[in-house]
């Protein structure tokens, strides 16, 4: 696969900015013969995830909040909210299918036509974005580290190739749990999750 020559990011600011700087600056990095990184823009499918208004809350307060939601989602009740009033557990996971289509359509049909792109996103929404391509527990990448700056490749079939995600998949632990989820997605498979070697010396 050659190297990714375009990138796109969430909306918020600290990947708007991690994305100017590959598309910028970071080129003066780049060899002789390896073509230069393009900014693509905004996929609002790569936003963090929305766990409701946790201002006010100290740090451990809002670290509960979160973990509680997410086991929640974890056992299958994808329609938990944090407080009521973030996003849902079926929300998130469709905006996950919904961003591995967006980026597959914008690779496919940009000029010349990319087999790979960059996309900037966030930890937490990350987790949850692999399990679903990896078909692993959700309250397992609870636990799993994605390092600031970290790269993650997945490999996604653009041949129209899909997969069900249903209450008896594999982010639910393999076992039926009460929900309806049919959640149809691109064929993926993870290929690599928080690589850091590109970060040694490096402060992030």
Known sequence: SNAPTLV?????LRAKETSAILSGEANSLLKANQKPIRLYGEVSSLGEVDFGNLDGKDV???????????????????DARAGGEGESGREVLERCVQALETLS??????????DSMLAVSHSTYLRILLTL???TPLAESALWKINNGSINVVDVNIEGKQRLVSAKSGIFGGLKRSNDLQLSMPECHLIRRN??????????
């Open 60 to 78: 451990n307060s809002a670290k509960s909040v979160m973990m509680s939601t997410f086991a929640s989602w974890a056992t299958g009740d994808i």
């Open 8 to 12: 796109a990011h969430s909306k918020l």
């Open 105 to 114: 359509q914008v690779a496919s049909a940009s000029s010349p036509p990319q």
């Open 195 to 204: 690589e850091v070697r590109h970060l040694d010396g490096m402060q992030v």
């Open 133 to 135: 391509v990896s078909d």
